[in-house]
């Protein structure tokens, strides 16, 4: 598989890549184990074959087409469409990834009747089964893409026309029998237009109703055809509706336990949609999770500043960490996985960009695993909330735990021990402990002659798994490293290594103390 990204081979993992190598992993390491598990099964990535294959550098009213690629041709025809695969598949295997998300539309146009988009179809996903045999790698979620079409511009399970959501419905039963054929791990719901513009223009409770008709036909056409996967739902609060009925995990998971479907289905979590509505990158994973409703996570952000998606690829290491930290507590996905969402930019022309944005993700969230391993194996934060919530093991608080406890015995509390004391939540200590684990070392080369003029420069680093200090030294005879414990410092002698001045080395610093140069 060399066709279409001519000149780059299988990505590798190399720790010691410098700043330009960026064709490299620098964190990910498929097969290391980190907290138990490879990182391979921990993150289980997927490539998102929308933002990658289908985004083609288009900016709504404010610009045409500007990515230009060797398998494209930006029509609908089949052979493009096969085009597009091969390469998709190429893309992947040289990523080393062994999972892709799609939907229905990704592999294949729609025809000019209902008959033949599901030949179209059919063809698409035998030419995928054969890719797939080849290459051992899969869908981790495949999906209906009930909303492109202009026949989905008023919803498609929640669309005011019986005949559209008809056509949903059947459009939803090819697609699991595709999911079943391709062996895709989860099969995702995802409704950006199943909303409203206007409260004058919708039945809100009707509309809900009849996308819980949906899910629930989908849920027992699932079993009816023996289909293993798990049914997943992403939140969304807008856009391109100004109001999403599946606003964020919270508003889903209310209307699948009113309807009864709590049992069928979980929750595809994109965290930058948190951002579009002011609240932190990992609110939704966290609220999911609670309610033991966390099924995949896609891994992908937005630029904070803006209130619309942006699709950027994962590059923020401490939201990813918080992220990774309640994955790793609830044991894993499961069926689900990472989907790497993120799209390149609209200027990143070059089909290598591609690979550039999905290793800054991997790596983003390889670095933010190692981190939450390291929070939940130092069990400061586990000591730390026990201590907090302390007043719930025995007592009154035990009652409260338990659902026995009554307005009346709270009152009979409260009149026997007056008022509480004041406890500190610790805000700031809790931060500070989880920036202790998230100020990741990087394998950084660093030629020595950029150190050249610095005189008794202090810079930490990492030296045998511990935090020293690297105290460099210019003098007559060239530059030496001392290095010295930091925790004993008072104690332990200085070591004296000479350096000649020409030689590079290669030294483990924190990023959160690099020089500014």
Not at 75 to 103: G, Q
């Amino acid at each position: 598989m060399n066709k279409y990204f001519p000149g780059i081979g299988r990505v590798e993992y190399r720790p010691d890549a410098g700043p330009e190598d960026t064709l490299v992993f620098r964190h990910y390491n498929a097969t290391e184990t980190v907290h138990g598990r490879s990182m391979e099964e921990w993150l289980r990535f997927s490539v998102c074959y929308f933002n990658t294959f289908r985004y083609l550098g288009s900016d709504n009213h404010y610009g045409e087409r500007a990515h230009q690629r060797a398998w494209e041709d930006a029509s609908h025809s089949l052979d493009n469409y096969k085009r597009r695969m091969i390469a998709a598949f190429e893309l992947l295997h040289k990523l080393t990834v062994r999972y892709y998300s799609v939907s229905d539309r990704d592999m294949a146009p729609e025809g000019d009747n209902f008959d033949e988009t599901n030949s179209y179809l059919e063809e698409m996903v035998t030419l995928a089964a054969e890719l797939q045999k080849q290459t051992g790698i899969k869908p981790l979620y495949y999906s209906a893409d009930l909303f492109t079409h202009p026949r989905y511009m008023n919803g498609a399970g929640a669309n005011p026309d019986a005949h559209v959501f008809a056509y949903a419905c059947a459009q939803v039963k090819r697609s699991l029998e595709a999911a079943k054929r391709l062996g895709a791990e989860n099969f995702v719901f995802f409704n950006p237009r199943d909303g409203y513009q206007s409260v004058l223009q919708r039945q809100f409770f009707r509309d809900m109703s009849h996308m819980a008709q949906l899910y629930r036909m989908a849920a027992q056409y699932k079993d009816k055809i023996s289909y293993k996967g798990q049914l997943l739902i992403q939140p969304k609060p807008s856009d391109p509706r100004r109001h999403q009925y599946e606003a964020d995990a919270m508003a889903t998971m209310h209307m699948l336990r009113h309807f009864g479907l709590e049992k069928q289905y979980k929750l595809y979590i994109k965290p930058a949609f948190s951002r579009l509505t002011g609240r932190p990158y990992e609110h939704d994973v966290y609220i999911a999770a609670a309610y033991n409703m966390l099924g995949s996570v896609d891994a992908s952000d937005s630029f904070p500043e803006l209130k619309a998606t942006s699709d950027i690829c994962a590059r923020d290491v401490c939201d990813a960490t918080y992220v990774m930290k309640c994955v790793l507590e609830q044991g894993g996905l499961q069926h689900g996985g990472f989907t790497l969402g993120g799209r390149v930019r609209r200027e990143s022309v070059e089909p290598r960009d591609l690979f550039h944005g999905h290793i800054l993700a991997m790596d983003t969230f390889a670095r933010a695993l190692k981190n939450a391993a390291r929070m939940i194996s130092d069990g400061c934060f586990a000591r730390s909330l026990q201590h907090r919530y302390s007043s719930y093991k025995s007592g009154f608080g035990e009652r409260v735990e338990r659902n026995t406890a009554t307005l009346e015995d709270c009152e009979d509390f409260v009149r026997k021990n007056g008022e509480p004391e004041l406890h500190s939540a610790r805000y700031e200590h809790f931060e500070n402990g989880s920036h202790h684990n998230a100020c990741i070392n990087r394998i950084l080369h660093w030629p020595a002659r950029n150190l050249n003029g610095r005189t008794n420069g202090v810079l930490p680093c990492v030296w045998n798994n511990v935090l020293p200090v690297l105290s460099i030294i210019q003098d007559t005879r060239g530059l030496q490293v001392w290095f010295c414990s930091y925790q004993r410092y008072q104690q332990q002698e200085v070591t004296k290594c000479p350096l000649p001045q020409d030689l590079s080395c290669t030294l483990i610093i924190s990023e959160a103390f690099l020089p500014q140069t």
